[in-house]
């Protein structure tokens, strides 16, 4: 039976606005929830100013870049120093897409936000299976 | 007005302490120091930004780092940032012994309790900081 490797999970996690936040929650919920076994994440400022064992993270593991803005700053960085994500999520323009506003507030997320995030969440989780079922 | 003080976490993802670093950072930004205090991302900061590299260069910038990879404070530096102080959620750890803060996504009571202090240290620090600036 082939091992397949867990797929990396990086959030932008972005302060300037509560975008970064729902992408940050939403990749915790895959952590700890949605996909426990199957996942791994890494801090993106130390993916980004790290060495060869933080830029390897992304050639070992199929990668999935969760970006609050359309800056892609997750998206940029994996490109940049590892390979191509497997997969991204531009979490403005998805809500958008939904027609829901960003969250309120950047510390805390209200339960109708929470809702969005677990939505969010569970998009990722279908990417990280489908990326599984892939490789 | 006073140019507003910059306050970078560096919201690491993996333990309690970038949450706590985080949820400071909002909590002085977006009530204790409203107008006084702002944020930036650090992602976008160590990316190269432009603008993000020239408002760490202009204003005075305080860190706040959860673990010892000190990415904050690295990233700021690399970036010819003024720093003009550094918070570690380590030394707070120390500081207060009682507390074992174990969520990440959010944060448990200890984690509030750190999260409150800090935020309160740091939003003192602006004050400091601001009195001298006059």
Not at chain 1, 101 to 120: Q, Y
Request: aromatic letters at 4%; one cysteine or more.
């Amino acid at each position: 039976m082939k091992i397949k490797p867990k797929v990396g999970v990086v959030s932008c996690s972005g302060e300037c606005c509560s975008l970064g936040t729902l992408s940050r929650v939403a990749t915790r919920f895959v952590l700890e929830d949605l996909r426990y076994d199957q996942t791994v994440t890494i801090c993106l400022p130390l993916f980004l100013a790290g060495e060869t064992q933080e830029h390897g993270f992304a050639k070992e593991h199929p990668t999935i870049a969760v970006d609050g803005c359309g800056k892609l700053c997750a998206k940029k960085a994996i490109t940049k120093y590892s390979n191509k994500p497997a997969a991204g999520v531009d979490v403005e323009a998805l809500l958008k897409e939904w027609g829901v506003d960003p969250p309120k507030n950047r510390r805390i997320l209200d339960s109708v936000e929470l809702g969005e995030a677990r939505r969010l969440a569970e998009l990722l989780a279908a990417k990280v299976d489908e990326i599984q079922e892939a490789d | 007005m006073k140019k507003p003080i910059l306050i970078l976490p560096c919201s690491g993802i993996g333990k309690p302490f970038g949450s706590i670093a985080r949820d400071a950072t909002f909590r002085v930004c977006d009530e204790l120091r409203l107008g006084k205090a702002d944020t930036l991302c650090l992602s976008l900061l160590v990316m190269g930004d432009e603008e993000a590299r020239n408002r760490v260069a202009s204003s005075q910038c305080i860190v706040v780092d959860g673990c010892p990879m000190a990415c904050s404070r690295n990233n700021v530096d690399r970036s010819a940032g003024n720093i003009v102080t550094e918070f570690k959620v380590m030394d707070l750890l120390r500081e207060n012994r009682g507390f074992k803060p174990r969520e990440v996504t959010f944060l448990d009571e200890d984690g509030e309790k750190l999260s409150k202090i800090l935020a309160d240290k740091i939003a003192a620090k602006i004050d400091e900081l601001m009195e001298e600036s006059e």
